[in-house]
């Protein structure tokens, strides 16, 4: 997991939320503190965390989140110490990701 340094302000208030923003690829996972004005929204800290120019082809709109697996939109009302989870697109469904568990599973008759 990548932890980039420190935690990255957006604005300086005395209401100031701290939470997380990640992201997993296969090959690694990026994980940023950041601190957010209260009242902000998992969008916000999307935009604050500077994720979408560390990873490239990701787009605030179209981003499916969730906070500790649990699903939200971006227009969710983050809390101290919430943890927003950007999810990338299934490779395979649920369905076909069983048949193919099953098949490799199944002894090969000749």
């Not at 690829?25 to 560390?54: F, H, K, Y």
């Not at 048949?99 to 000749?110: E, G, I, S, Y």
């Amino acid at each position: 997991m990548r932890l980039l340094d420190g935690p990255s302000r957006c604005t300086v208030s005395a209401d100031l939320l701290e939470v997380e923003v990640v992201y997993a690829r296969p090959e690694e996972q990026v994980l940023i503190q950041v601190s957010v004005p209260a009242g902000s929204t998992a969008r916000d800290a999307i935009v604050c965390s500077n994720i979408l120019s560390d990873v490239p082809g990701l787009d605030v709109e179209t981003l499916a989140v969730g906070i500790f697996a649990r699903r939200v939109t971006l227009d969710y009302i983050l809390k101290a110490g919430d943890r927003v989870e950007i999810y990338r697109p299934l490779t395979m469904s649920p369905v076909e990701a069983r048949r193919w568990r099953a098949k490799l599973k199944t002894p090969q008759l000749d």
